[in-house]
C-alpha cells in the first residue's frame, strides 16, 4: 500500500462515524483557511522581505503543503492547487481588506474547530477531543481525504 492510501485509509477509519459529515467537510476547510491566515499575519523577518513581500509563515507553509501533496500523488495535488491558491488570494484579500485578519484567521479557526468537535460529538468526552486533537494534527491531509472522497465517487484515480 502506497504512502498515501496509508494515510487516507487512516485518516477515514477515524471518520467513519461523523455525526454531522456535512458541518465536518465545511469545518476542515475552515480550520486550515483559519490557521494559514494565523500563520500569514505572524511578523516574519527582514529578510523574508528581501526575497518577496508575499514571503510570509502562512505562504511558506501553504508551498511546504503543495510540495507535499505533489510527492504523495500527483493527481490529488492537482486537484488541491485551487484550493491551495485559493487560501493564498483569500488571505491577500484580507490583507487589502479593511478586516483584521488576525481576527477573521482567529474566528475562522475557532469556527472550524467546532465543527470538527461537532462532526465527533456521537463519541464520549475524552474519544472525542482526541479526535479533535488527531484532526488538528493532520490538518492538512483532511483537505487531501476531502478530496479522495470525491475522486472515489467520481472514480478517478489517484
Known amino acids: 500500500m502506497s504512502e498515501t492510501h496509508s494515510w487516507l485509509e487512516r485518516y477515514e477509519n477515524n471518520h467513519q462515524d461523523l455525526t454531522w459529515p456535512l ?3 465545511a469545518a476542515v476547510p475552515m480550520v486550515v483557511v483559519g490557521a494559514v491566515g494565523v500563520l500569514w499575519n505572524l511578523p516574519v523577518p527582514e529578510e ?3 526575497i518577496s513581500p508575499l514571503l510570509n509563515w502562512g505562504s511558506a507553509f501553504l508551498m511546504a503543503s ?3 501533496y505533489f510527492i504523495i500523488s500527483l493527481p490529488l495535488a492537482i486537484g488541491l492547487l485551487p484550493f491551495v491558491l ?3 488570494f483569500i488571505q491577500q484579500w484580507l490583507q487589502a481588506s479593511g478586516f483584521s485578519p488576525m481576527r477573521v484567521a482567529i474566528g475562522f479557526t475557532i469556527a472550524g474547530i467546532i465543527g ?3 462532526g465527533h460529538r ?3 468526552g475524552i ?4 479526535h479533535l486533537v488527531e484532526d488538528l494534527q493532520t490538518i492538512m491531509i483532511g483537505p487531501a481525504w476531502l478530496l479522495s472522497v470525491i475522486y472515489r465517487r467520481l472514480r478517478i484515480p489517484y
Open 122 to 124: 456521537n463519541r464520549s
Open 48 to 50: 523574508f522581505y528581501a
Open 86 to 88: 485559493g487560501i493564498a
Open 66 to 68: 503543495a510540495v507535499y
Open 116 to 118: 470538527l468537535w461537532l
Open 23 to 25: 458541518i465536518y467537510w
Open 127 to 130: 474519544d472525542a477531543l482526541r
